[in-house]
């Protein structure tokens, strides 16, 4: 089963509007955790590593005022768009690593289609 | 130069048939090699996971690591149409955190 969950799964909102996205570990405490931007037909971007109880690390060219992550406890991160725009529209995935298991690979969430008229 | 390259197709084949999705790597610090499988509107699922130059098998899938060419390749045996869905091949290196994804391959497997 599914162990990283993501919600909503689906939003549309009109422009200017700041929608927040929640990504859950659902059987394990995640220190660490991801968020990834994938437009049509593109691969997986990193947006930004969200670490637990400090700030996140965001990628070059990722605006950290824009992309606001929080990640407040250890089973839960969240990513908000602020004041979104019709070329924020895209796929939003998050993904955690379970600490028990060191180097093993990232577990994701299946995503959030954020659509913005 | 991307860091990893992977063909984007998209590949269609006869169900029953062998598949044999590629990447190339540039980066030789990379140790860890993954394979995502995407449906669409889906997060990525992971197929297999291997560090090690060689193969491993788990049912239908064979995934091959070259290091010394730096390629990889992920191998489905007797193709349903079930395995439809776009191909993620995913490189980090040990004790970071990022990983470098290639583009994706989207496969069709036509009854």
């Known amino acids: 089963g599914a162990v990283v969950s993501q919600h909503p799964s689906w939003v549309i909102c009109k422009s200017g509007t700041s929608v927040k996205i929640e990504c859950r570990s659902l059987?394990?405490?995640?220190?660490?955790m991801f968020w990834y931007r994938q437009f049509p037909k593109q691969s997986l971007m990193l947006m930004a590593t969200?670490?637990?109880?400090?700030?996140?690390?965001?990628e070059q060219g990722v605006e950290k005022d824009k992309f606001l992550i929080n990640h407040a406890s250890l089973t839960l991160s969240t990513l908000t768009v602020t004041s979104a725009h019709p070329e924020d529209s895209s796929f939003y995935i998050c993904s955690a690593r379970s600490p028990r298991t060191g180097n093993q690979p990232q577990h994701f969430g299946d995503g959030t289609r954020l659509s913005i008229l | 130069q991307k860091e990893v390259e992977q063909d984007p197709g998209p590949l269609s084949v006869p169900e029953g048939a062998i598949v044999s999705l590629n990447c190339t790597y540039s980066n030789s610090a990379f140790q860890y090699f993954m394979w995502y499988r995407q449906y669409s509107r889906k997060g990525p699922e992971l197929l297999m996971y291997?560090?090690?130059?060689g193969n491993k098998e788990d049912g239908r899938f064979t995934a091959q690591v070259d290091k010394s060419s730096k390629y990889i390749s992920l191998f489905i045996r007797d193709s349903q149409p079930s395995d439809s869905a776009t191909y993620l091949c995913?490189?980090?290196?040990?004790?970071?955190?990022?990983?470098?994804f290639g583009t994706g391959t989207q496969l069709k497997v036509e009854l």
């Open positions: 995913a490189i980090f290196t040990g004790g970071g955190n990022k990983l470098t």
């Open positions: 059987d394990f405490q995640a220190t660490t």
């Open positions: 291997t560090y090690s130059s």
């Open positions: 969200s670490n637990e109880g400090s700030k996140a690390t965001y």
